[in-house]
């Protein structure tokens, strides 16, 4: 292992440069919605963007790390030669990260989920062999492709039906919107920071039991929803540009909403997407500092800080205009409409991270979105486009495998 | 660069649809000076109204092949697409008639005999109320997708499109009059004359008829 600290900085290295691509570029979807809505600045959303993606990576990124890092390829038949594990690894972020780029500068739409799959799956086999790779597992990783965005579709439906028939339809719906938008804000907070806690904080050094994390959870949630509702009660009518129902009122009630819903979104983003950068660089760091493959030692915090540093920085340098173009473009999405979306998409993802499947937000998103619209919530969605967003990783998995296989071949060529 | 998240959502059809109508009734509302210069015979002015009719039915022309082009078949909407574009085509035809009715006294420089001057121009701005009040009902078009087409909202367009046909009935009322006293005074005017008033009092009727279409278009959306 002379080549130690070649290597660990090699992985930090492509390890930020993807970060930083998820961060100047995917992440502009997750937080684009509040935006076009209207519920927050572009600078308000930087700062909650940063804090929480944050936050998500460190407190509940670890068990998709952990998916990423070992529970794609069956290490045991990699015991005996640790650097074709560092090598593959080192590649698969390589290939990952430059796909981004291409499809970020054509504009396809691709998922960094879906690529560093394909790119971990394409060097095992043609490295390792077919056989090295979990396919069980990989499996299931695929399935949760199909199942997040049906989920996010499902939850999203019956959160928009609900908000219609509580609050929409009804004679008075400002009055309603006042009175259950803090049961919403309660419901959304307490079902995110509970996943969060049962599965999250073993990376922090803190274990909680079961009923420790419904009271602490229970508590948060009622905090949060006590401050909303301070706020809420606070909007004023806005005579002129209301009319019989309030409408343009209701929306300011859910736009406060949408702050909520933008801090989850960005915590999900964090919590899924941050281990897809991290993960290929948390296996190399570990494997290179013992020299043994398939150790089980938990995922160091330290890398979970860098992922989220590296997606922060994409944010700061590129990000920001790219959220500013896709914010203005999804005006369609008003605070009620985008409140169901994020809602169920954070969940979602939430969800998904706290069982390890590396799940891409941006297509649990257009599922969310596809669920409102099924409920009648939005004018117009272009099916074409939806369904290219889905068919986009037919490509994104062999590209993201091909890629890999060649920069595998020439890591080894130059460093083994 | 180009997002694929933003583009999935289309351009919504309610605010050009809500900017047609409101230049569909302009037009029709038009129809009440030009022909209070037609009985009195002010044929200058009345060219000037014309032209009025002519510039509005154009600009609708317009937003009426925007919307359209906005509605490709791959959109998925709370409305069926077949509705919306009905919607647009029924208030597209306001316009269309004002600027044929419009024609018809212009091209004949048609006289309306004095004893119907006044139940004529009666009849043209009963009309125009029903454009109005169609107006009124797609100018709730927003708040009706706001709602899902469900509920209080609902009710109140109801309510509108009931009073929409309110109006329409009155417009027939007064039409099946016109006739009647046209008939009866049918052996004193020129033949030619006589079938060409008909006409007139037939197609600016046609405007009534249309405001109470949009409303049943608008009932059908409800419905679904």
């Known amino acids: 292992m002379e080549l130690m600290y070649v290597y660990i900085g090699l992985a930090a290295l492509f390890g930020l440069f993807m970060a930083w691509g998820i961060g100047a570029n995917d992440l502009a979807n997750a937080m684009a919605t509040s935006i076009g809505s209207g519920a927050l600045t572009i600078k308000q959303a930087l700062l909650v963007a940063a804090v929480f993606e944050f936050a998500g990576a460190?407190?509940?990124?670890?068990?998709?790390?952990?998916?990423?890092?070992?529970?794609?390829?069956?290490?045991?038949?990699?015991?005996?030669?640790?650097?074709?594990?560092?090598?593959?690894?080192?590649?698969?972020?390589?290939?990952?990260?430059?796909?981004?780029?291409?499809?970020?500068?054509?504009?396809?739409?691709?998922?960094?989920?879906?690529?560093?799959?394909?790119?971990?799956?394409?060097?095992?086999?043609?490295?390792?062999?077919?056989?090295?790779?979990?396919?069980?597992?990989?499996?299931?990783?695929?399935?949760?492709?199909?199942?997040?965005?049906?989920?996010?579709?499902?939850?999203?439906?019956?959160?928009?039906?609900?908000?219609?028939?509580?609050?929409?339809?009804?004679?008075?719906?400002?009055?309603?919107?006042?009175?259950?938008?803090?049961?919403?804000?309660?419901?959304?907070?307490?079902?995110?920071?509970?996943?969060?806690?049962?599965?999250g904080l073993k990376h922090v050094g803190l274990e909680l039991d079961t009923a420790s994390c419904y009271a602490v959870a229970f508590c948060f949630?009622?905090?949060?929803?006590?401050?909303?509702?301070?706020?809420?009660?606070?909007?004023?009518?806005?005579?002129?540009?209301?009319?019989?129902f309030h409408f343009y009122t209701v929306e300011k009630v859910f736009a406060v909403l949408m702050v909520i819903t933008a801090c989850s979104m960005a915590f999900a983003h964090g919590s899924n997407d941050v281990a897809n950068a991290i993960g290929p660089v948390a296996a190399v760091i570990s494997i290179a500092q013992e020299?043994?493959?398939?150790?089980?030692?938990?995922?160091?915090?330290?890398?979970?800080?860098?992922?989220?540093?590296?997606?922060?920085?994409?944010?700061?340098?590129?990000?920001?205009?790219?959220?500013?173009?896709?914010?203005?473009?999804?005006?369609?999405?008003?605070?009620?409409?985008?409140?169901?979306?994020?809602?169920?998409?954070?969940?979602?993802?939430?969800?998904?991270?706290?069982?390890?499947?590396?799940?891409?937000?941006?297509?649990?998103l257009v599922g969310a979105v596809l669920g409102v619209g099924m409920a009648k919530g939005i004018s117009a969605i272009n099916l074409g486009i939806v369904g290219r967003i889905f068919l986009s990783w037919v490509i994104t998995i062999p590209a993201g495998a091909i890629l890999a296989i060649i920069f595998f071949y020439i890591l080894r060529a130059v460093l083994g | 660069m180009a997002n694929y998240f933003s583009k999935i959502f289309g351009a919504s059809p309610v605010g050009p649809i809500q900017e047609h109508m409101e230049l569909c009734y302009e037009a029709a509302k038009e129809l009440i000076t030009f022909f209070d210069y037609v009985a009195q015979s002010d044929w200058d002015k009345v060219q000037d109204s014309r032209a009025r009719i002519v510039q509005l039915e154009n600009e609708a022309d317009e937003i009426k092949k925007q919307v359209r082009s906005n509605l490709p078949k791959s959109m998925f909407m709370p409305v069926a697409r077949e509705d919306l574009l009905e919607l647009v085509l029924v208030q597209d035809r306001i316009p269309n008639r004002a600027r044929d009715v419009s024609g018809l006294v212009i091209g004949r420089k048609m006289e309306i005999p004095v004893a119907m001057h006044d139940p004529f121009l009666k009849f043209v701005s009963r009309n125009v109320d029903a454009?109005?009040?169609?107006?009124?009902?797609?100018?709730?078009?927003?708040?009706?997708?706001?709602?899902?087409?469900?509920?209080?909202?609902?009710?109140?367009?109801?309510?509108?499109?009931?009073?929409?046909?309110?109006?329409?009935?009155?417009?027939?009322?007064?039409?099946?009059?016109?006739?009647?006293?046209?008939?009866?005074?049918?052996?004193?005017?020129?033949?030619?004359?006589?079938?060409?008033?008909?006409?007139?009092?037939?197609?600016?009727?046609?405007?009534?008829?249309?405001?109470?279409?949009?409303?049943?278009?608008?009932?059908?959306?409800?419905?679904?």
């Open chain 1, 221 to 244: 949630a009622l905090l949060i929803a006590i401050v909303g509702r301070w706020f809420i009660a606070r909007i004023p009518i806005d005579e002129k540009a209301n009319r019989r």
């Open chain 1, 291 to 364: 020299g043994v493959v398939g150790q089980q030692s938990a995922v160091s915090i330290w890398i979970l800080i860098l992922g989220g540093l590296g997606i922060v920085a994409g944010l700061a340098t590129y990000g920001r205009k790219v959220i500013a173009t896709v914010g203005s473009h999804i005006t369609q999405l008003t605070p009620s409409r985008g409140f169901s979306a994020e809602v169920a998409a954070a969940f979602t993802i939430v969800f998904a991270s706290s069982t390890g499947m590396p799940v891409s937000t941006t297509h649990t």
């Open chain 2, 131 to 224: 454009a109005k009040k169609a107006r009124k009902t797609i100018r709730e078009l927003d708040e009706l997708y706001e709602t899902g087409f469900r509920g209080a909202e609902a009710e109140l367009v109801e309510s509108l499109v009931d009073e929409l046909d309110q109006i329409e009935n009155d417009t027939d009322d007064m039409q099946a009059g016109l006739r009647a006293q046209l008939y009866a005074m049918e052996e004193d005017l020129p033949p030619i004359d006589v079938m060409f008033l008909y006409r007139v009092i037939e197609v600016m009727g046609d405007i009534g008829d249309m405001a109470e279409r949009i409303g049943r278009r608008l009932e059908v959306m409800m419905a679904h």
């Open chain 1, 58 to 199: 460190v407190l509940a990124g670890g068990e998709v790390t952990s998916t990423i890092r070992k529970g794609m390829i069956d290490t045991a038949t990699l015991v005996d030669q640790p650097d074709t594990l560092i090598f593959g690894m080192l590649a698969a972020l390589l290939a990952a990260g430059v796909w981004l780029l291409i499809a970020s500068r054509k504009g396809w739409p691709v998922s960094t989920t879906h690529s560093i799959v394909g790119a971990i799956v394409g060097f095992a086999v043609v490295g390792v062999g077919a056989d090295a790779v979990q396919w069980a597992k990989v499996g299931t990783i695929a399935a949760s492709w199909v199942v997040s965005p049906l989920i996010a579709g499902i939850i999203a439906y019956f959160t928009f039906t609900s908000i219609k028939w509580l609050i929409l339809i009804r004679p008075d719906p400002l009055v309603r919107a006042r009175r259950y938008a803090p049961m919403y804000i309660f419901i959304a907070v307490f079902l995110i920071v509970l996943m969060t806690l049962f599965k």
